[in-house]
């Protein structure tokens, strides 16, 4: 509150809640965390900039892959070209579905790391990640390279310090691979610009 009043903004202060509203409130604002106010400008300002990119994969890489490997394939690049299709033609589902079964996965098993208790949870996430996404593979039910997307995915969302701003837009991705999925590199544009 002391930085933000710092820097002009001002806050409204309601008896009996403990929050603080702080007006304007900016998108930026989403990645920024009270590190950053320790950290020397530069490496704070650095920091920033990777949660903004981390944001940025988190939403728009799931839509993009499906895009790229549904309807256009030549920009892959040739050397990663027969990894890419190839493991697309060995799984039985088409690409939107088996980033949609692998994402789904992972949610479960988000969820199910919330509810279980502390270390607990921590071992369910893991194993069963691993567990399941090399069973998937292994089965030929979903690619190789959609669970190093949907781990990357996940990875990056982790970046993001604000919870609530995170969560909100874990939904926001799945709309992007249906867009994609259903226009291509067109809906991939369009989900930039929403």
């Known amino acids: 509150l002391c930085a933000k009043l710092s820097e002009g903004r001002v806050a409204v202060m309601v008896e009996g809640t ?8 900016l998108f930026i604002e989403h990645f920024q ?4 106010y320790i950290h020397r400008p530069y490496f704070a300002s650095f920091i920033r900039i990777l949660k903004l990119l981390s944001f940025f994969v988190t939403i ?18 040739q050397g990663l070209l027969s990894q890419f299709v190839g493991s697309a033609l060995d799984t039985p589902l088409p690409v939107v ?9 992972y949610e479960l098993l988000r ?15 893991i194993v069963g990640g691993l567990i399941i996404g090399q069973a998937a593979v292994d ?3 979903v ?14 969302s982790f970046a993001i310090p604000n919870e609530e ?22 809906g991939f544009l369009m989900s930039m610009l929403l």
Do not use: Q
Not at 33 to 36: A, I, P, Q, T, Y
Not at 111 to 125: C, D, F, H, K, Q
């Open 33 to 36: 965390s009270l590190d950053d």
């Open 18 to 25: 403990p929050f603080v509203l702080i007006l304007p409130y």
């Open 97 to 105: 579905l088996d980033a949609l079964t692998v994402f789904f996965l």
């Open 165 to 186: 701003f995170a969560t909100a837009f874990r939904l926001l991705k799945f709309g992007f691979i249906f867009l994609c999925a259903w226009l291509g590199f067109f």
């Open 111 to 125: 969820e199910a790391g919330v509810r279980l208790p502390g270390a607990m949870s921590n071992t369910i996430g």
């Open 60 to 77: 728009l890489l799931p839509g993009y892959y499906v895009a790229v490997v549904s309807f256009h394939p030549e920009l892959i690049p």
């Open 139 to 141: 089965a030929n039910i």
């Open 143 to 156: 690619s190789p390279i959609v669970v190093i997307v949907v781990a990357l995915t996940a990875l990056c």
